[in-house]
């Protein structure tokens, strides 16, 4: 099934995300299908989530009351989940949207994906590595806010070249990448290693470094050529790594 068909549901943790994201949220969500369901958790009978009630009817998101029953204890978490395997069972959906920086949805993750369906995540930064790689995607959603003239990327200030070759992580996930994409003569389609990239790390987006797109994250790093081809479709960028320097 094409990506853009998808039939999701999005399902946001009103406690643990902020109303700044909604309209970057949707959009990004948009890329990936069509968003049948949209129900967002919290108790809406306090005034913490004001923020969130000014505009979830401009986006049609239904809010879901769940009381705090016991101070300490995340009832939101719980309601979310139910709904979720709820929604799983009812087998009218490809894919989820889990909205929250709590690795309290890790297991929730893991079943919709045993179930076949996609899982897309967002959270912060600060969301625990089991979240995030339970999800088949991770977004995190300081690159959904608006973006400025002086930061195209939202709030995420674009990495100058020595501080993109000294992510050790970012530089092997692209090598890797491209060694296991390329042809014999090194060079590999940049789709194709976006796809391994992402695969490899569902948290991995060029928009984390300040860059919009793969093409452009990757001549910042510097060690790296690229090159346009004409294809029958069109031109596609071809990228591998620049050949060591003879002494």
Not at 23 to 38: C, F, M, N, P, Q
Not at 48 to 73: C, D, E
Request: charged share 25%; aromatic share 8%; net charge neutral.
């Amino acid at each position: 099934m094409a990506q853009h068909s998808q039939k999701l549901a999005v399902l946001i943790d009103a406690d643990n995300a902020q109303p700044a994201i909604v309209d970057g949220l949707l959009a990004e969500i948009a890329k990936y299908g069509t968003a049948h369901v949209k129900r967002i958790y919290g108790d809406w009978t306090g005034s913490h989530l004001n923020g969130w009630k000014a505009v979830l009817l401009s986006h049609s998101i239904q809010p879901m009351q769940q009381f705090r029953y016991t101070v300490g204890k995340n009832a939101t978490d719980s309601a979310m989940i139910i709904d979720a395997m709820d929604l799983l069972y009812t087998e009218r959906f490809d894919g989820f949207c889990i909205v929250s920086s709590d690795s309290d949805f890790t297991r929730l993750a893991s079943r919709i994906r045993e179930s076949g369906r996609v899982v897309y995540g967002f959270g912060e930064r600060k969301t625990p590595e089991p979240f995030r790689t339970a999800c088949d995607k991770f977004v995190y959603t300081e690159v959904l806010v608006p973006a400025t003239e002086s930061e195209p990327s939202g709030s995420v200030k674009r990495m100058s070249a020595k501080q993109l070759r000294g992510d050790t992580r970012l530089v092997n996930l692209v090598r890797n990448a491209i060694d296991a994409a390329s042809d014999e003569s090194g060079w590999a389609g940049l789709g194709a290693v976006g796809s391994i990239m992402s695969k490899q790390a569902p948290d991995f987006d060029s928009r984390n470094y300040g860059y919009g797109k793969l093409s452009g994250l990757i001549t910042g790093i510097g060690l790296f050529d690229t090159e346009e081809r004409a294809t029958g479709h069109g031109k596609a960028l071809y990228v591998r790594e620049k050949p060591k320097s003879k002494h």
